[in-house]
């Protein structure tokens, strides 16, 4: 029985149908409930022009605002829905802070949205979902968005 289950999301329509699974899952063995999102670094783009670090700065923390506020309205889902969840936002590359996360938390569970992308789409675009699977300490349940 999982006692710590983690739920990495995008916010997607992908995510929005493991967040529910997630949350059926911690509620029906009493475990808690980590929701993580990854912030991908700004990267500067060449031939836009000079944009200072100042704009850098603020554009990150805007990105980081948002982020939280989402976590934040699914957390006060979970509690309305009695399971113990807390909230993290992380900043890296999302599937190699979803696995080192998983790791350091000891989780038990990972549920998490896919996109179900194939062919073409898949090789430009990758699948953070396989790469965890791949790289996880624990299972992974994956859930296709609709």
């Not at 009493?30 to 836009?48: Q, R, S």
């Not at 554009?59 to 980081?64: D, F, L, P």
Request: glycine residues 6%; contains cysteine.
């Amino acid at each position: 029985m999982a006692r710590r289950i983690l739920h990495p999301t995008d916010f997607s329509g992908a995510s929005r149908a493991a967040f529910r699974k997630a949350i059926e899952m911690a509620k029906s063995s009493h475990a808690e409930l980590l929701l993580v999102h990854v912030l991908n670094p700004i990267m500067p783009v060449a031939g836009e022009g000079y944009v200072s670090p100042k704009m850098y700065d603020e554009i990150a923390a805007s990105t980081r605002a948002w982020a939280q506020k989402q976590l934040d309205r699914l957390l006060a889902q979970a509690k309305k829905a009695r399971v113990r969840a807390k909230g993290f936002v992380l900043e890296g590359v999302p599937h190699e802070q979803i696995v080192r996360f998983a790791k350091s938390k000891r989780v038990d569970l990972v549920v998490m949205g896919t996109h179900g992308r194939t062919g073409l789409a898949k090789l430009f675009v990758g699948s953070v979902a396989a790469r965890v699977v791949a790289a996880a300490p624990c299972p992974v349940l994956t859930v296709r968005g609709k």
